[in-house]
C-alpha cells in the first residue's frame, strides 16, 4: 500500500510531504484549493504522461516520490525480482519532470523507462475517475477481476499455458507441411552433394599426409642430389672425406705420447664426432635406398589432391573444413527425413493439447458463467444504493472465434452497464458520465474487493451528483472498501468525509505574492469544523458543529460495533 508521498514543485505545491495510513483516507477542502493535485502526482508517479507545465513557476524541475509497503503483495514483488529491481519489501516510485517537459524515472533509484513505471504502477494502485486512467476500462482487467472473484486463476493460467503450447506446436507443423515442396528439392540437392562427398572418402588427416607427400615427390631429384653429395663428403670421396681426416686426426694424437686434460679432451670429442659421422652417413645411406621417386605415384597423388580441391571450391569450404561440411549436410538430411515422423509427432501432441484444453476450458467457462450472475446481481444492487436506481450490471461473456486456442479460455469477457431503461447495454467506457463511471467502479471494486491484488485505490470526486442518503451509502461502501484495501478519496460530500479512517484537509495560501497548496491531516476539533464546513458552507453555526459531531461520532460507534 501506499506509505508516503513527496510532492516537490508540482503546479501550486512548493514542497509536500504526507505520510498515507491504511484504510479509507478522505481528502476535502474548498474548490479550487488544489484537492486533485495529490492525485495528478500520483498518477505521474505510476506512469502517466506529463508535459513542463506540471513545474512550478521559477523552479527548473518537480520531483514525485511515491513509497509502497509490497510486503503482502506477491505480484509487485514478483515482477520487481523479473526486472532485478527488488529493495525488499519497499517499493519507491519516483519521477522528474524538467521545465522543458523531459521526464525521467526510477524504480528503487535505478532509472527505468516509463512502460516499466506503468506496469510496476498498475500493480501497486488503481486510480478511477478520469476515463484513461481506470484499469475497468480495459478488457484485460474484467476477464482478471471476474477470474479473482469466481476462484478461478489457477485454472485460467493452465488453460493460457496449454493454448500457448498449442499455438506454438501449430506454428511448427505448419513450418513443416507448407514447405514440403521446398523440402523434397532440398532433400534432392542434399543426397546428391553427400554422395560426392561419401564417394570422396576423405579421412582424417589424410589431407596433411597429401600435400607432405607430394612436396616430397615433387623434389627427389634435387633430394637425392643433396643427400649423395653429402655421402661422397662424409665417406666415399677416396681423394678425401670427412671420416678419413678424422682417423688420420685420431693418429696424429694418438703419436704425442702426452697426458694433458687439453689433449685427453680433443681425443674424446674427435672420437665422438667419429661416431656421429659414422651414424649420419647410415642414416642417409637408409634414406637413400628407401625413397620413393616414383613417377606414377606422384601423379596419383596429384589428382587425389586435385579432386580435394574442386569439391571443397564447389562447396565454398577451405579443404580441411570438408569433412565437417559432411558431417553438417548429413545432419540435415536426417532432419528433414525425419520431418514426416515428426508432424506425426506434432499432430498427435495438437490432438492431445487441443482436448485437455477443451476439457479444461469446459470448467473454467462453467465457474465464469456462474460466477458472472452472482457478481451482476451484487453489483446491480450496489448501483441501485449508489444513486442509480435504474443501473443494471452485465457480463457478457461472448465465445471466442478463433483457428487458434485463445489463452484467455472460450470466451471474451467485457463488463457492460446501462444506467437508463430502455437504453441497451454499452461497454464501461462508452458511459457519458464521469460520476456514473466512478460509482460503478466503486461498486465493481466493494464487491471484489475480497479478491482483488491491487493494494491501493483512488477515487477522485465518486460522489459528483449525488447527495443525502446516497453520498452517505458511498461513504459506508468506501470505508468498507478501506477495511480490505487502502482507499484515498477526494470528496465535497460531508456524509462521506465522515466516514474516513483518515482525514487530509487541503488550502490555498498566498506568501509573498505566491500562491501554494498545502495538505494537513485534520483530527478532533479542526476535523468537526471541517466537516461542518462541508455540511454548512460558509457560516458556521453551532447546529452545524452538532450535526458534523453527531456523524463523526456515528461513524466511530459503528467501527466500535
Not at 522 to 527: A, C, F, P, T
Request: hydrophobic residues 35%; aromatic residues 4%.
Amino acid at each position: 500500500m501506499l506509505t508516503q508521498l513527496s510532492i516537490s514543485n508540482f503546479a501550486i505545491v512548493d514542497q509536500l510531504d504526507l505520510d498515507i495510513n491504511s484504510g479509507m483516507t478522505v481528502i476535502t477542502g474548498e474548490t479550487g484549493a488544489g484537492k486533485s493535485i495529490m492525485l495528478d502526482a500520483l498518477g505521474l508517479a505510476t506512469g502517466d504522461r506529463t508535459d513542463s507545465h506540471c513545474v512550478r513557476q521559477g523552479t527548473d524541475k518537480a520531483e514525485i516520490h511515491a513509497s509502497f509497503d509490497i510486503s503482502q503483495y506477491a505480484a509487485a514483488k514478483e515482477w520487481l525480482e523479473e526486472k532485478e529491481l527488488t529493495s525488499d519489501d519497499e517499493c519507491i516510485l519516483r519521477r522528474v519532470i524538467t521545465k522543458e517537459g523531459r521526464s525521467r524515472a526510477y524504480i528503487n533509484g535505478t532509472l527505468s523507462p516509463l512502460a516499466d513505471l506503468r506496469a510496476i504502477g498498475e500493480l501497486l494502485i488503481d486510480i478511477h475517475g478520469q476515463h484513461e486512467s481506470q484499469s475497468l476500462l480495459k478488457k484485460n482487467s474484467h476477464r482478471l477481476l471476474l477470474d479473482d472473484f469466481s476462484g478461478t486463476q489457477k485454472l485460467a493460467c493452465e488453460v493460457a499455458r496449454i493454448a500457448h503450447q498449442f499455438n506454438q506446436t501449430h506454428h511448427e507443423l505448419d513450418r513443416l507441411t507448407n514447405n514440403r515442396k521446398e523440402q523434397d528439392e532440398r532433400i534432392q540437392l542434399l543426397s546428391y552433394q553427400l554422395q560426392e562427398l561419401e564417394q570422396l572418402s576423405l579421412q582424417e588427416g589424410e589431407l596433411e599426409q597429401l600435400e607432405k607427400e607430394l612436396k616430397q615427390l615433387t623434389h627427389a631429384e634435387s633430394t637425392l642430389s643433396v643427400c649423395h653429395q653429402i655421402n661422397n663428403i662424409c665417406s666415399d670421396n677416396e681423394a678425401g672425406n670427412i671420416l678419413q681426416q678424422l682417423a688420420i686426426c685420431m693418429q696424429r694424437l694418438g703419436d704425442l705420447q702426452i697426458d694433458h686434460p687439453a689433449i685427453n679432451n680433443t681425443v674424446e670429442m674427435i672420437s665422438s664426432a667419429q661416431i656421429q659421422v659414422e651414424e649420419a652417413v647410415g642414416e642417409i645411406n637408409h634414406f637413400i635406398d628407401h625413397f620413393d621417386e616414383d613417377p606414377a605415384r606422384m601423379q596419383e597423388v596429384d589428382q587425389r589432391l586435385s579432386a580435394i580441391y574442386d569439391l571443397a571450391r564447389k562447396h565454398r569450404v577451405q579443404p580441411e573444413e570438408l569433412l565437417v561440411k559432411q558431417n553438417t549436410l548429413s545432419s540435415e538430411l536426417e532432419s528433414i527425413q525425419f520431418s514426416d515422423e515428426r508432424a506425426e509427432e506434432f499432430q498427435q501432441k495438437l490432438t492431445e493439447l487441443k482436448s485437455d484444453f477443451q476439457s479444461k476450458c469446459e470448467k473454467l467457462s462453467k465457474k465464469r458463467h456462474s460466477s458472472a450472475r452472482q457478481l451482476e446481481k451484487k453489483v446491480t444492487k450496489r448501483l441501485s444504493l449508489l444513486g442509480l436506481p435504474h443501473g443494471q450490471f452485465i457480463i457478457a461473456l461472448t465465445p471466442t472465434e478463433s483457428n487458434t486456442l485463445s489463452p484467455n479460455g472460450a470466451e471474451d469477457i467485457e463488463f457492460l452497464v446501462t444506467t437508463n431503461p430502455g437504453q441497451p447495454p454499452r461497454a464501461l467506457a462508452k458511459v457519458a458520465s464521469g460520476g456514473e463511471l466512478s460509482r460503478i467502479s466503486l461498486a465493481i471494486q466493494v464487491i471484489t474487493a475480497q479478491t482483488s491484488h491491487i493494494p491501493s485505490m483512488v477515487f477522485d470526486e465518486v460522489d459528483v451528483g449525488i447527495g443525502g442518503g446516497t453520498a452517505e451509502i458511498v461513504g459506508s461502501m468506501l470505508r468498507e472498501l478501506g477495511e480490505r484495501s487502502q482507499v484515498l478519496c477526494v470528496t465535497h460530500q460531508p456524509q462521506v468525509a465522515s466516514q474516513g479512517h483518515q482525514h487530509l484537509h487541503v488550502s490555498k495560501k498566498v506568501r509573498n505574492a505566491k500562491t501554494s497548496t498545502e495538505i494537513v491531516g485534520l483530527k478532533g476539533e479542526r476535523r468537526i469544523k471541517e466537516v461542518a464546513r462541508m455540511l454548512g458552507g460558509v457560516e458556521m453555526t453551532e447546529s452545524t458543529l452538532n450535526h458534523a459531531k453527531e456523524m463523526l461520532s456515528l461513524t466511530d460507534s459503528k467501527s466500535a460495533a
